[in-house]
C-alpha cells in the first residue's frame, strides 16, 4: 500500500493510467536517488465510462510523491497537469 497519494487534475479526458505512470516515471526525479516507484494510479471515470478529468496516484515512498508534486504545470496529452495534495 502506498504511504503518499496525490490529485492530478485538469487531464485530457484520453488520458489513461498507463499515460499517467509513464508521465511520472519519466519526469518525477528524485535528488540523485533514483527512479520513483508508483503504487496505483486511479483515473477517476463516470457511469459512461469516460474520464471524469482528473486522477489518484499513490507512491510507495513520501519522497517519491514529492518528487511528483514538482511535475505540477507540466503537460501531459496537451494538457497542463495540476498535481497537488487531496483535499482529505
Do not use: H, Q
Amino acid at each position: 500500500m502506498g504511504v503518499n497519494k496525490l490529485y492530478v487534475g485538469n487531464l485530457d479526458w484520453t488520458t489513461t493510467s498507463d499515460d499517467l505512470t509513464t508521465f511520472f516515471e519519466t519526469n518525477a526525479k528524485k535528488d540523485g536517488e533514483g527512479d520513483i516507484s508508483i503504487c496505483d494510479v486511479s483515473v477517476v471515470t463516470g457511469p459512461d465510462g469516460r474520464s471524469r478529468g482528473f486522477a489518484f496516484v499513490s507512491f510507495y515512498d513520501e519522497s517519491d510523491g514529492n518528487a511528483a508534486l514538482a511535475c505540477d504545470g507540466l503537460e501531459c496529452n496537451g494538457r497542463p497537469m495540476s498535481v497537488r495534495e487531496p483535499n482529505n
